[in-house]
């Protein structure tokens, strides 16, 4: 968007944000940047209130949308996608750590409940599938989630261009996934489960257990 674009769409705003910009510039003026990036971004909704230290990277194609809820906090840069059809829901209270991506693609929705903590350089990815993450879940550094694989099928030509085999995931609430985990398609996570820093899942995980290895298997009940 140019400059002129992006004052044309401030302008735009209501009052009360306009003055909440401006008052947050006063002390913070970095930080006002990048909520009015935010406010203005195409085909992003933020509801109620949100703290960025750093502008977002925002990335909305098609009819693809982001939806942000109230108390967004982002102590660093973060990226948002959404395309095709797809769309981004993020809940209130949540907070996403520097370098973590969400991105969603095709008609696939990646939903964040309330009160998530989306830790640094986490990657989670919903194309194809849906992927769907519980209230009060959180997520060590480089945590990684994915709801589709590429094809491998070697009398089809390249694995890049054969169609993906998607499948949803579902974290339930108040799950805590290690730094380093993998979750792969078509899993679900109970709710109250923990897998270990650096587990890979390809199977379901069942409530209140831990899980931990490659692949991960049950450790022991919570």
């Given amino acids: 968007m140019s400059r002129a674009a992006a004052l044309r769409s401030l302008l735009r705003l209501p009052a009360a944000d306009l003055r909440a910009l ?3 510039a006063r002390t913070h003026p970095r930080e006002a940047r990048a909520l009015a990036g935010l406010r203005t ?12 230290a750093e502008p977002a990277a925002i990335a909305v194609a098609g009819t693809g949308s982001v939806s942000l809820g109230d108390g967004f ?3 660093g840069r973060v990226e948002l996608q959404a395309r095709d059809a797809a769309r981004v829901v993020v809940g209130d209270g949540c907070s996403v750590e520097v370098g973590a991506r969400l991105a969603a693609a095709c008609d696939a929705e990646l939903r964040v409940g309330d009160h998530v903590a989306i830790g640094p350089y986490n990657y989670l990815c ?3 599938g849906d992927l769907h993450i519980g209230d009060y879940s959180m997520m060590g550094p480089f945590v990684s989630i994915h709801t589709v694989d590429h094809g491998t099928d070697p009398d089809a030509g390249p694995m890049r261009l054969q169609p993906g085999v998607a499948g949803d995931v579902v974290v339930g609430a108040d799950v805590w996934l290690g730094a380093a985990a993998v979750i792969l ?3 679900t996570i109970g709710d109250g ?30």
């Avoid at 971004?41 to 960025?52: K, N, Q, T």
């Avoid at 489960?193 to 899942?201: C, E, I, P, T």
């Fill in 185 to 187: 398609k078509g899993v």
């Fill in 126 to 128: 919903a194309f194809g």
């Fill in 41 to 52: 971004a195409p085909g992003v909704e933020l509801r109620g209130s949100a703290w960025l």
């Fill in 22 to 24: 401006a008052r947050l």
């Fill in 73 to 75: 906090f982002a102590p």
């Fill in 193 to 222: 489960a923990v897998v270990a820093a650096g587990a890979v899942v390809t199977a379901d995980v069942e409530a209140g257990t831990v899980v931990g290895g490659v692949p991960a298997r049950l450790l022991r009940r919570r």
